[in-house]
């Protein structure tokens, strides 16, 4: 048996720009993740540059392209925390956590902002998430254990404290100072 040639040219015009269509997707790569993440870090540089408006506007960019990037939401979170806009910040970290449910940084973010709103008991509950999440977080220790002493349950904020310890790190000095003076246990 001969060898069979196939041409392509005797195909209909139609069915040579589906080909041709087809091939372009899969040989050329999606450029939306590259470009969201593009605006992800334009995003970066204005935050720490402190133009927090103009890296919530890169944010809103990043998530205008790819509305899934939960690391796009948690930024522009602590943009609009750092703007004073809680409420917003909120719903930003509200939707890193939907979109990446394992990000103890968007649970430890969103505590801060419900502490700054004086929510203390929603606080507590987005620190305890983020420690779940991830045991070595001193960061969200350091806060919740801040929270316990705003909430006067000094023993928690102590064991909290010791936490940071065990892990090899220090918990801040003013709240150490702070529960040194509180009733309780002795530190």
């Known amino acids: 048996m001969g060898e069979r040639n196939i041409d392509v040219m005797s195909y209909s015009w139609p069915f040579r720009i589906l080909i041709l269509i087809t091939l372009t997707f899969l040989i050329i790569p999606s450029s ?11 995003g970066n540089d204005f935050f720490n540059q402190g133009n927090f408006d103009q890296a919530i506007f890169e944010y809103s960019k990043a998530l205008d392209i790819n509305p899934n990037l939960a690391k796009a939401y948690d930024n522009r ?5 750092r703007d004073g806009s809680f409420t917003r910040a909120i719903a930003d970290f509200t939707m890193a956590i939907a979109n990446n449910p394992k990000d103890a940084e ?28 991830n045991a070595f977080y001193a960061k969200a220790y350091n806060n919740r254990a801040m929270v316990f002493y ?12 010791r936490s940071i310890n065990e892990i090899g790190s220090t918990a801040d000095p003013g709240l150490i100072e702070k529960l040194k003076a509180a009733p309780g246990e002795d530190q």
């Open 32 to 42: 939306d993740a590259d470009t969201a993440d593009e605006f992800l870090d334009h």
């Open 77 to 81: 979170g602590v943009a609009y925390a």
């Open 106 to 133: 968007a649970y430890n973010n969103r505590g801060h902002a419900y502490a700054q709103q004086d929510n203390l008991t929603q606080a507590v509950s987005d620190y305890t998430s983020a420690i779940e999440i």
């Open 150 to 161: 705003n909430l006067k349950e000094y023993d928690k904020a102590r064991s909290d404290v």
